[in-house]
């Protein structure tokens, strides 16, 4: 990645260049492995707890080609902090809501070719069922693959406040609560973690695990259009 | 990419050092995806608007390893603006034949695996239909996942003059005009933007519709030889 | 790779510089090829061979950015050598198993798609059977494609003393024992060499052969649920 | 790639650097793709024409870390032109009886999974059959996209000699003599040109040929084990 000035020291930015230069970073890895192509995707981290606030990706950004200021730190209503920063992504707060859970630090968005697949075929189902592989251990929480993780997908709307609240009844569920990650129907995915490399690692297994499971249909017969 | 010498303050090349290393850039990326593999393929941005003048891929080159030297300044009609210059490619009437457009300020001709089988396998439907992708909004002009593409596919010729004369047609129907891009059958994909950067989004956010196509497809079931 | 400094002289790591380095970038090749995802995955090579240490990667490491720091040295019960050292895998008595062995220098646990997903379709019939392919020669000891490999299938657990026994008693198997590697049902594949070298190039035989296995079965039909 | 020391002014290999790290570079390239993994695959290039000699890659060496010592000279009868040089590979013959075509100027060796699985897979029609494709014109000769090429495969043998005898009727047969390339069943692939870059256009080109087949194929219900 080319080196790029520091944000002037008057830039609600200065200040977080270590934690910009990681979310380029990944922004560079996730534009490689195919999941956040064209300006798709967000990645956001946590710099202030109380009051909530994020450095997030400006909207309309290369993901490939991030510079130091594709950012924007906004409050927990999305709104950016202070006036003269680029827009932020109209997908903004489905990053407070999940920033606002107690021990998040960072939230990446994404969009995979099976993400966005499995999202779609599983939709009736509610969820993409992921069961007895050991890989599930490098989710948060999870010491062993006997154990049933449900990836549950919602439907896809240009209504993000609403999809917002339905997503924090599931956040804050208190009988099954959402962990690690969810699906948006023909849209992508939404992982996070206790800090960035948590968030990156859950990537990683998700996208790893529904990859087993598309290739696993692909040897098995598919799922049929009527089933 | 190696660095190479500008060419020489007399070549109608000359001035135009930044716009001919960012398409080599683009040639290298897209032969890394598998875009562009051998000498296939062609790129082109314009460099002038009345006349029309663009600055384009010569004929022959490995895409991965383009040199300063590869490449020419073409007319309307694509041919050389000027005496001495490589060969363009017998395919440069496709490439202005998109850049007389208002707004178009790059077009980016690629030959990759999805491409090449689904312009085949929806030939007689006459197009990839693609419809409600969250992606589709990385297109210029599309705001909701509520769309539906048309990727058209164009039966393959040697004839190029009379393929470029179907385009145009398509191109300036009053009624439903050609977006974005098509299919060529058996052969690849025309892309474009109102500059390089959006011509490569395109290409990026077109091919990962088809690679959801084709994965979808796999899963339930197929398409079928009688289908 | 990031320059890192070298451990101090008193830590039971200092000599070992070139082997953790090998290790690393063993680790960051398996990660880009999409083998050792997360933090999953151990590589271990022999330090000693009387009595046997094991130089192995430290628990919960990212696989594709091991630093020096992220190594620890295990006996043949697979304790470290002294205190003070990080934890290493509880999956370390699978190494070492192996590593008693004669003529073993390295050993390496990887966890791909394919080999986590054949080795669920194909766990009744105990083996991945490979016959008849030209790369079964790239295997230590095979010198004709006129051969028949049998990649074994353990059923996962998390009880690792006790599959380390069951792996035991194939490995040290008269008539038949173990070679090259074998794979763990839902979980990945062990594999080892005289060094690393042979480590890794049976890691890379075995996942060519592997994903052949599985290609071959997507174009003939694939195997289903009843078979 | 790691510089690596010129061979000694004494070594039959002196002179010869710019050959070596063109092979070396193709070696990196083609491991990389997938397509020379573990010490597979061969690379050849013609030194002299009268008599024939080739600098072929050495026995045994891994083709991603390809030292400038890992090569040797050969004559027509696959035999070192001079002692003390490392072992050539049992298929050395395989690249001379090419080499001695007039206009054949590189040989390449390659084991793709598509080459390995489609090679057998359509070994009882005795070629994969290509046509119509857009691609084909990367072949050397092919100027139309109306062609078809019938990618021949040989059964796979240990007794080199023998093949190469079986290659070299159907090279220099009078009538449709082969072009381009041909598979070895469940082995890989052999294809050459006039010089290094243009083998390695034509093995992106048969490929990509062999890849559009085979998802083709997967998307229109495959090949049952009947047909």
Redesign the interface.
Known sequence: MTATAAPPATSPLAGHEAKIDALRETGHWLWQR?FS????SNYSVVVSRDPLELLITASGK?KGRLTRADFVIVDRDGKATSPGQPKSSAETLLHTVVAELPGVGAVLHT?S??A??LS??FFKQGAVEIA????LK?LDGIT???HTSQIEIFE?T?DIPQLAEQVRERLTNSIRPLKHGYL?R???MYTWGKDL?EAR?HV??IE?LL??T????????????AS
Chains 1, 2, 3, 4 share one sequence.
């Not at 192509?37 to 798709?40: F, W």
């Not at 007895?132 to 890989?135: A, F, H, L, P, S």
């Not at 598309?214 to 259009?225: D, N, Q, V």
């Open positions: 195919g192509l064209g300006t798709s290369d969009h070719v099976w966005t697949v779609d075929l007895g592989y050991e890989m490098g062993t693959h006997e896809n240009q948006i023909k849209h992508g490399d690692r990683e297994i790893f990859e087993c598309a290739r696993r249909l692909m040897l098995t017969g598919g799922l049929h259009p």
